[in-house]
């Protein structure tokens, strides 16, 4: 029984001391939108033909890459806790104006559906904080997308 124990805790701490892969700023960005993608519950054939543009055109990928990367997103969201992780990647990276590009990005995917859900706006404006916006910041995003639909 105690060498059960032992082979436990031996086999959590070799899980732990594995270097997982460090987190790009391109999965960053896509983990925060697939967050926004899944908010309302349903995953909406337009938002995921949007997600898919957009990873393509931001960071220049291949459709097999975007799958990919949208795949890993995908599980990384679903496990994630909080977006601390993904939201500091960032913002060591971006600049301001950057950041606010990505929450455009997010108001764009929360409106491909042509609703916006009331998780939605709640989440890009954690997101938005996280990212250190100003509220005049995360308004003009929405506004920009707003008047280009």
Known sequence: MLA???AFF???NEEE???PKPLSVEMACTVLLCEVMRADGHLDDAEQSLLT???SKQFSL???EVKELIQQAIELSEHAIDFHQ???KINSHYSPQEKEHIITLLWQLAMADGEIASIEDHIIRRISDLLHLSHAQYI???ETV???K
Do not use: G, M
Request: glycine content about 0%.
């Open 4 to 6: 059960k124990i032992s």
């Open 10 to 12: 031996q086999s959590l």
């Open 17 to 19: 001391s594995s270097d």
């Open 53 to 55: 543009k957009i990873i």
């Open 62 to 64: 291949s459709p097999s």
């Open 86 to 88: 993904f939201t500091s």
């Open 140 to 142: 003009r995003a929405k």
């Open 146 to 148: 707003k008047k280009h």
